[in-house]
C-alpha cells in the first residue's frame, strides 16, 4: 500500500504543489454509486467525493441539462440578467422551505461562510465571531479562522476575533454573548469533519433565542449537512429554527463547483455589498436546478432518511463499533481501532470508497439515491472485514 501511495506522489511532483495525500486510484467513470477507475475496477462509492455527490454521479438529466447549456452560453458576468439565477432561487425557497430569503451565489463553502461573516459583520457593525470546538468551516482568510485547527490556520489568518466553545453547551454560549461584542456565531447544525457530532435540537432553538436577544447574526453551515444529506433539506430544520444565514456548497452542484447562502428577510442588500465574478454562471445555475429537480422527481431526501436509518440498523449488528452517530446519510461511525487500515482494505481489496474523520471514526456520505442492495454490499464487506 505503502509503495502505491508513494507512486503517486511522484507522479504529482512535476508541477502540482503537493499538498494532497493520493490513493493511487484515478476515477474516470461514474453512474449512480459506482465508479470506475482508468484500469476499469468498479468501485461502490459510499463517500460521494467528500459529500458532494447528491444525486448520484452523471445522472442523466443532470448531465442534458449541462450539455444543453454548454451549447448556449457557459457564461457572462453578474452585470447583466441571468434569469438561471431567479429559477434557481425560485426552486431552491420552494424546496426548502425558505421561501422568505434572498438567494447571494459564489463558488464553493468556505467563500459562502466568508460572505456570511461579511454579511454579519456589515449588519450589526461588529466583527467577533463565535464558533464551536472541532468546527471546520473552510480554507479561506475568515472561513480557516473559524475553524477549529491551528494546523491549517497561517499566521495570517490569526487576526480575527474569535472564540471558541464546546458544542451544545449552551451557558458558554450565553456568557460570550451577554458581553454584546458578537457578530455571528456560526454553527455546523451536524459537524462532519470533526467526526459527526449533532447539535442538539434544544440547543439550536436556545442558541437561536440568545443570538435574538443580544442581536447576533445566527449562521447555519451547511455546506456539508445540507441538501437533503441528513433526511431533511436542512440539518437545522431538525429544531424549530429560522437561522439568519443558512451556507450551502458541495451537494448543491453534484459536482459542479457552485456555494451560495440564504439570507432572511431582516438583512437588507446594499448595492456592491457582495460580489463575485463566477458565482451564479449560468452552468454552476443549471447544475444546481438539475440537482433540485432530481431531488425532488425520485424523493432523494425521504431516501436519504429512509437509507441512513437502514444503514444505522445494519450496523448495529457489526463489530468493532463503539458508536454510531449522524441523520441521514452523514453517518459517522466511531470503532474501537483506527480506522486507516480498515479503510485499506475496504478501498483495496472491497472496493468501496468511504470517507474517513480523526483517526478512529468511518464517515459515510454517499450519494442520496444509494439502494438497499448497495448498502448491503458495504455491510457484507465490512463484516468481512472487522471479523476476520
Ligand atoms: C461544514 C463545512 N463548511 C465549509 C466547508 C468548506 O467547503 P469548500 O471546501 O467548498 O470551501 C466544508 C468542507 O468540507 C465543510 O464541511
Redesign the pocket.
Known amino acids: 500500500m505503502k509503495n502505491k501511495k508513494q507512486e503517486t506522489n511522484k507522479i504529482t511532483k512535476g508541477g502540482l504543489f503537493d499538498v494532497y495525500s493520493l490513493w493511487d486510484i484515478e476515477p474516470v467513470r461514474a453512474k449512480g454509486c459506482t465508479v470506475w477507475d482508468a484500469n476499469d475496477v468498479e468501485y461502490l462509492d459510499l463517500y460521494g467525493g467528500?459529500?458532494v455527490i447528491s444525486i448520484g454521479h452523471t445522472h442523466p438529466h443532470y448531465t442534458a441539462m449541462l450539455k444543453k447549456q454548454i451549447d448556449n452560453i457557459v457564461f457572462y458576468s453578474n452585470s447583466v440578467q441571468n434569469s438561471l439565477q431567479g429559477h434557481l432561487s425560485e426552486k431552491l425557497g420552494e424546496m426548502s422551505g425558505c421561501t422568505e430569503y434572498s438567494l447571494f451565489l459564489c463558488n464553493?463553502?468556505?467563500?459562502a461562510?466568508e460572505n456570511a461573516l461579511k454579511l454579519a459583520s456589515f449588519q450589526t457593525g461588529k466583527k467577533k465571531v463565535l464558533a464551536f470546538n472541532e468546527a471546520?468551516?473552510?480554507?479561506?482568510s475568515a472561513?480557516v479562522a473559524i475553524s477549529d485547527n491551528p494546523s491549517i490556520q497561517a499566521p495570517f489568518n490569526m487576526g480575527h476575533e474569535v472564540t471558541f466553545v464546546p458544542l451544545n453547551d449552551i451557558e458558554a454560549v450565553e456568557k460570550e454573548l451577554q458581553t454584546n461584542d458578537y457578530a455571528a456565531v456560526i454553527i455546523?447544525p451536524i459537524q462532519?469533519?470533526a467526526g459527526i457530532f449533532i447539535a442538539e435540537t434544544e440547543f439550536i432553538e436556545q442558541l437561536q433565542a440568545l443570538c435574538n436577544k443580544h442581536n447576533v447574526i445566527l449562521i447555519a453551515?451547511e455546506?456539508?449537512?445540507g441538501y437533503g444529506r441528513s433526511g431533511k433539506f436542512f440539518a437545522h430544520q431538525y429544531a424549530n429554527v429560522q437561522p439568519d444565514i443558512i451556507?450551502m456548497?458541495?451537494g448543491m452542484g453534484n459536482g459542479f463547483p457552485i456555494?451560495g447562502i440564504l439570507i432572511s428577510p431582516s438583512i437588507d442588500a446594499r448595492k456592491g455589498m457582495l460580489g463575485t465574478t463566477f458565482g451564479g454562471n449560468h452552468l454552476a445555475c443549471v447544475a444546481a436546478i438539475a440537482v433540485l429537480d432530481v431531488i425532488k422527481e425520485e424523493n432523494l431526501i425521504e431516501n436519504a432518511a429512509k437509507m441512513g436509518a437502514y444503514l444505522q440498523e445494519q450496523l448495529q449488528d457489526c463489530a468493532g463499533i463503539k458508536e454510531i452517530r449522524g441523520e441521514g446519510l452523514m453517518i459517522g461511525v466511531e470503532l474501537e481501532a483506527e480506522y486507516a487500515e480498515l479503510r485499506n482494505k475496504l478501498l483495496f481489496e472491497d472496493h468501496i470508497f468511504t470517507g474517513g474523520a480523526k483517526n478512529n471514526v468511518m464517515r459515510l456520505l454517499p450519494p442520496l439515491s444509494i439502494s438497499k442492495e448497495e448498502i448491503d454490499i458495504f455491510i457484507d464487506a465490512f463484516k468481512k472485514q472487522t471479523q476476520q
Open positions: 467528500h459529500a464553493s463553502g468556505a467563500e461562510n471546520f468551516h473552510g480554507r479561506t472561513a455546523e462532519g469533519v453551515d455546506v456539508q449537512s451556507v456548497a458541495k456555494g
